[in-house]
């Protein structure tokens, strides 16, 4: 089965945090910006989020996260993105 990470977009893990994709190197996700599953009032930026063939993410709409999102968020405004499949 394949999967798909689309840049810019974000999901949800497994543990309930939220990170948005930015790539995959070296097979391990890369994530621009999360938010920790035990600290949503902090958006943390560039981490890891597990190798790309672990299914341990779901892609979510932007509505799930908007509340979290600081109002002037460039992701609360509409822009292209990259597909990547794997």
Do not use: C
């Amino acid at each position: 089965m394949e999967k798909q990470l689309v840049e810019g977009r974000w999901y949800k893990t497994t543990m309930g945090s939220y990170f948005k994709f930015r790539e995959i190197r070296d097979k391990i996700i890369r994530a621009s910006e999360y938010f920790i599953y035990d600290d949503y009032s902090k958006l943390e930026k560039d981490g890891n989020f597990g190798y790309a063939s672990e299914n341990n993410y779901t892609s979510i709409n932007i509505s799930e996260i908007t509340k979290l999102l600081p109002l002037n968020h460039p992701d609360l405004k509409k822009k292209s993105s990259k597909l990547f499949i794997f």
